[in-house]
């Protein structure tokens, strides 16, 4: 089990977006945008019906997991005001899962999650990744000291 | 030179944050949130002196660039209509200046660009990266067909 706080917790449960790094066998990285679910354990990622350009078992992520299942994957908000930065960083193993329960339960958490993915009929035509951390990051900048 | 439109530059230059993937030897990777300056060539980022745990030229992302010097990088814009997202995927290779005139126009570029670098003034102290795009993939979704 990874460690997180009750504030990271809430944290990686609200954010919208995170972003997935995965590299091939070759070590090639690939990161790319991702709408995801957090259970509190295991993170859950669908192949979803948005309009991509290859069939989608053969996206670059689908591809970089069967031949390597590690992943790095951040949460962050970005501010402009630089005092107030924050990300949690997990590196982890990310599966495939084709079918079965688990993978019932990552399509169930995103459509509760996301009123997006309850338009869409056909979320879960493609594959589900589930992502397992196993060491976690979390970070936040240090407000600059304001004026005394 | 990489094939970018004018409205992808504008959309890259415009962008205050982007995701560096970066990966070890061993295939690892490795994700961040980075700012960076783009001068229609190449992205620079700097180490900069947002408080780090381990000293600058040990960060992850720099150990992995002396091994490996593949990034991906992606820069995008969340919306809660996913008929608007949009991204800029660059693969590429990265380069850590230690010195020189380029390392110094990249710092420069970055000032330009980002107030908070120009009351910094320990930056420069770090590394600084530049990215030669090698590939670039622009994705626009489709807006979901309106009421007629």
């Given at each position: 089990m990874i460690?997180?706080?009750?504030?990271?917790i809430a944290f990686l449960r609200q954010a919208r977006v995170a972003h997935l790094a995965t590299a091939s066998a070759a070590g090639e990285?690939?990161?790319?945008p991702m709408c995801f679910a957090f259970d509190?354990?295991?993170?859950?990622?669908?192949?979803?019906?948005?309009?991509?350009?290859?069939?989608?078992g053969h996206l670059r992520r689908v591809r970089n997991l069967r031949e390597n299942p590690r992943v790095s994957l951040v949460v962050d908000s970005y501010e402009e005001d630089w005092g107030r930065l924050r990300y949690v960083l997990i590196a982890g193993r990310g599966e495939i899962l084709e079918e079965?329960?688990?993978?019932?339960?990552?399509?169930?958490l995103l459509r509760e999650k996301y009123s997006q993915y309850r338009a869409m009929p056909d979320l879960g035509r493609g594959p589900v990744i589930r992502i397992a951390p196993e060491r976690v990051v979390a970070w936040h900048s240090t407000p600059s000291p304001g004026p005394a």
């Open positions: 460690d997180l706080s009750p504030d990271d990285p690939h990161v790319i509190g354990t295991h993170l859950f990622t669908a192949i979803d019906a948005k309009p991509k350009r290859v069939p989608l079965g329960d688990e993978r019932e339960r990552g399509l169930e």
